[in-house]
């Protein structure tokens, strides 16, 4: 007897219920505030095993997405991010650097390469970069392809011609964060707000880029601000491919230097609940890792995050050593994850 494969049913993804709330592994871009709060309030234990059950159907539980970060412009940047050693409003002692160029670029990818790592940042401290910076970020992106790694950068706001023009020289990843909730946004960025954001995130979807945004926890923000940021990452109108969280590095100088570090427990929970609204997305243990205790980290990977910055230095802050993460993942049992389709050129 044949069958009409029109009417054979497709396998349903598992879903399961948690606290009233229904998770699976298929993305879903209607989550509503209340649902992320509930998330955020389950028993910690039940809320680390919604986490892991979605992080096992979608990836391989023991391996770990790391990229190298560079900063190719530093410093005397216009905006007053009040967390940016970076700005030029506020003394933090980092000295500026113009553009770098190509060839320095290329020999610092290289280096990260042979060090392990898989993908490369290059991050500016741009509101937003000219043209012809972006002409000659197009050169440093063909080169570090060249190497066989995928790449990324993070410039600021962009324009769709220039999305598309970093699209056409190759750039896999934009990294965009929204930072915070978008009431609480105001409190800590004056020269630009949320929306900016956002359309510079429509401009790098439209052009094919894939999307790397995330923010930061520890600037004074509430549980609340937590779920907002959250959820406005999740409905997005596509979820980001890679979602960094960082906690806030206080840089003496910054309006945010005096901020107390977010609970541990309350991170993992921010993690996990990341991991479920954003099921196949990279979560990033970004900024921040070098105050963390291993245990800290080890609860973090268990909560779902499987990515992070790798190498010495973020961009002009500290990082832990590439031996100590090693070491790391020795006694966790991790591994690098192989990007998933070889870089082309
Ligand atoms: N200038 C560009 C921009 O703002 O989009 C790109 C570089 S900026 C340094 C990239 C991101 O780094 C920021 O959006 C913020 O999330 C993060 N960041 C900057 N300073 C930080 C700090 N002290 N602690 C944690 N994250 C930080
Ligand atoms: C992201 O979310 N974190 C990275 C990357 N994207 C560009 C930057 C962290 C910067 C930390 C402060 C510094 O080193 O200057
Ligand atoms: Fe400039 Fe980016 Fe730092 Fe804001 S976060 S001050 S835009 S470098």
Avoid at 108 to 130: M, N, V
Avoid at 323 to 334: N, P
């Amino acid at each position: 007897m044949s069958v009409d494969p029109s009417k054979m049913e497709s396998p349903r993804p598992a879903t399961r219920l948690v606290g009233g709330i229904e998770i699976s592994q298929v993305p879903r871009g209607d989550w509503t505030r209340d649902q992320i709060h509930e998330l955020f309030d389950l028993p910690f234990n039940d809320l680390l095993f919604a986490a892991q059950w979605i992080h096992r159907q979608v990836f391989d539980p023991n391996a770990v997405q790391v990229s190298t970060l560079l900063s190719i412009k530093t410093g005397a940047c216009p905006e007053d991010c009040a967390y940016c050693p970076q700005s030029i409003r506020y003394s933090t002692g980092v000295d500026s650097e113009d553009l770098m160029s190509v060839e320095s670029v290329r020999n610092a990818a290289r280096k990260a390469r042979d060090a392990g790592a898989t993908r490369f940042c290059l991050g500016a401290a741009y509101r937003g970069p000219k043209d012809r910076h972006v002409e000659q970020i197009g050169q440093m992106i063909r080169a570090v392809r060249e190497l066989g790694l995928e790449t990324c950068a993070t410039l600021g706001l962009l324009t769709e011609n220039q999305a598309e023009a970093l699209a056409d020289s190759g750039l896999d990843y934009y990294n965009h964060n929204l930072d915070t909730s978008e009431s609480f946004y105001s409190n800590i960025i004056t020269t630009r707000n949320f929306s900016d954001r956002l359309e510079t995130l429509e401009h790098v979807r439209s052009a094919g880029l894939k999307v790397c945004c995330g923010g930061i926890l520890g600037m004074g923000e509430t549980r609340n601000d937590r779920v907002d940021l959250l959820c406005s990452l999740a409905t997005l109108p596509a979820q980001p491919e890679s979602v960094p969280i960082n906690q806030l590095v206080p840089v003496p100088g910054t309006p945010l230097e005096n901020a107390p570090p977010v609970d541990g427990i309350e991170f993992a929970r921010t993690i996990a609940v990341a991991r479920i609204l954003m099921p196949l997305s990279h979560v990033r243990l970004s900024a921040g890792r070098e105050e963390f205790s291993d245990e800290l980290q080890a609860l973090c990977f268990a909560a779902g995050a499987n990515s992070i910055f790798y190498g010495e230095k973020l961009l002009t802050t500290g990082n832990p050593d590439t031996e100590a993460d090693r070491d790391l993942f020795d006694r966790l049992g991790l591994k690098p994850e192989e990007p998933r389709a070889p870089a082309s050129n």
